[in-house]
């Protein structure tokens, strides 16, 4: 028995993006609910317990047609896998890094659109991201060539998996790290607590790995679900802090959401020291569900900087100087099939 | 209640084209009685006479494999819709400029093949096109970041909609613009009526926006569709004026076609006076359907050019001198599935 | 009657290649056993005999996500046809070269993994190939811009076709070049012999076309395939000459396979004589299906060179030199659906 899966989410949204000083701008913005994308899926009964299954995920922008990712055409996911009930699944190809999978599902924004905690992720600040990739490719989200290994599902709450990533020349410029990393996650009741490490070596990487490490954990209290997650970044002297705060709720066919994401430099990178250059994101958001498929949805997010810092919401008017405050509101739709 | 559909055209033709002075040469060509393209169509039915849609179109060159647009895979078209029976359609993401909707209508070439209306319309002549876009995309025919309403169908023969997009920082080199058009059309019996006007700015329209406008009729003639249409350019002060007359005819499985555009150059770019550079395309063609999805076709062109215009039928030999006559024919094959 | 189908394999595998004087790498690579793809294929009876069909083939790398031949999409085939009982498929858009399809049948590893005979024929020696493409696209595998005639089935035994392609230009840089091939092929029994010849024109083939010449022939004898094969690439003064013997079998879900291929350049390239270049390669195979979809494999391959040759399995470390030899081992999976 063998069965082939197309579907997909497209979502569509229109923001106003304003950043000190130098005034606002509109955009049409691709993805801000639920990254916008289209699937391949296989899976095969092998039978005795052992299945076959493959994967393809396309990353593309609604708003102008493009590829999210250039010449990257399945950049989400591509991945090869056989799982054996008892003995877990081995999976083979472009996946995402343990950190990002236990990191993304405390954000409430899922990573994505105006109030997304990776607006303060990103390897444009002087700090661990910038020294240990440049502005090539990083390993904060997903990794080329990789082999894992991971728990089979069943296992009363608990599940997990290791990470090994070729490194192929560790040519940081062609986006290739040597990765390794490893998460663990428990549900018992109303409470899930998970951990995840994750680290890379390349050509840029020369005083030992960069290294993303996550803990978090989420209490479901009467209809609100709260959420309290630590991600840092480290390489050598350099070090990114995060602490998220969340909590959301879902009633009928509306949900609400806010997050707190809190963005703490310290150390320095040669002899800049980047200790002061901080940022902290609020964001709120509402979701209509108009069907199992079909959602409207509104966000509101707020991003004040200090020091050197110049965090901003995409999409806004360029140039805003150091310690300024961007603000965002955008509206949209959002389609699964 | 949803659907999803993979549907699409392959088309792919070989054209020989004989410019003046720089003799002939042959090619095999995609896409020349209908653009080669690969679709995904999604439709909920929300009820109360709501549904959700999106469509995402892919343009492909079965010559070569290649995409058409580089980059843009989705290049033809990215929306994600909510349709009303009574309000019409509210329509975000890539679509087709009002003026080139009416417009290519108006084509009984559909603006593909060696006899297109687009032979003359392109950014190679000096006048406002080239003037409002350089060699970047231009928003002829498709604008990213828009948002549009349509007006629902069953509105007795009226048709048409309004588009506004996101400059998003107007960058001419990235290809973006600010556009806002609308469109209008009517039926009455054997006759139809279309006007639309897009209006774009961007960096290089410091004088004013570059205006595209389109006026266009058709009558139903017995078994013969007579058509007239007047396009217009704008920048500045220099303008293409496009007049447009063709007839088509069906009967059984024989489709027969002919169009004749001229193209007609008036006022200066700086201090150039572009006046002379007119055009002037000839296009006869032949269809026979061997089912509802699968057809042959054949085409002959001619464009003759005065003053600096040196138009040509794309895929023929190049260097020919201003002022000289281009020559295509072309048979191939075009599959719907 | 129309129907479309979405197909493809995915295959992915971990190797190890271990390089003279340089050591050895890991790398997670793509298409080992199969090279990794998506296919969309359509077929329409016509009635009477006839069929219409089309064929787009996508090249993809389930280990990084990206697509094979950067903004190539569709890099593996993009047809449309017209198919006759009686009189034969005709055929027009990028396809095979005759010479490859008959020697990727005597290739026991299907021209791809750590074995493949494509290890020996690249453009990086000095010889034909890289004369008369430097390192643009070349036609050893496939072409743009084709029209093909191919014989129908059913002639007991006998088929082949013709091809030509439109040069466009002959521009060698832009992968372009004027094709003339065919090839024809017979079975008899438990013997098969194939001849095919291709012969190549663009810029860069200013003394006479490349020539691609392929003579091969299978034998079954009891439960094992041996096959033996000659493919020529010649150009000007140069020639570079391949021998490959291959023997394989099948006995219930198991698969065994050896190559073993030799190349012999022989001539000059100017003044540059190139006859000690010479390479050998050895491949061992055996794959264990685990259904009809799904196999697991693995493959040992070991090439030794004479002369300036330095010939390597891709994906190990850079810097062999020149004589050195380069032995590789790989195990993957490999999924069609």
Known sequence: QSSVTISGILDVAVRRVSNDGVGSANAVVSGSNSTSRLNVSVLEDLGGGLKAGATLEHGLMVDTGAVATADKFWDRRATVSLMDDRLGEARLGRDYVPSYSVWTRLDPFSYVGAARSANLISATPTGPIKSAYGSAANTTVRADNTVQWLLPSGLGGLEGGVMLAAGEG???????????????????GDVSIAAAQTETR???????????????????????????????????????ALLMASASSSFGAHEVKASWVRSNFSG?????VIDANDSTQLGLGYVYNLSKRTALYGTLARISNDGAAKVVVTDGPAGMAAGGTSKALEAGVRHRF
Not at 177 to 186: E, P, S, T
Not at 217 to 238: E, H, N
């Open 170 to 188: 560790r040519d940081a410029t062609a986006g290739r790290g040597r990765v390794v990393g490893a998460r663990l996650g428990y549900s018992f």
């Open 202 to 240: 390349n050509s840029l990487t020369t005083t030992g790995s960069f290294k993303d490490g996550v803990l978090g954990a989420q209490l479901q209290l009467a209809p609100v679900k709260l959420g309290l997650a630590w991600r840092t970044f480290k390489l050598a002297d350099s070090k990114q």
């Open 268 to 272: 320095r990178v040669g002899s800049t």
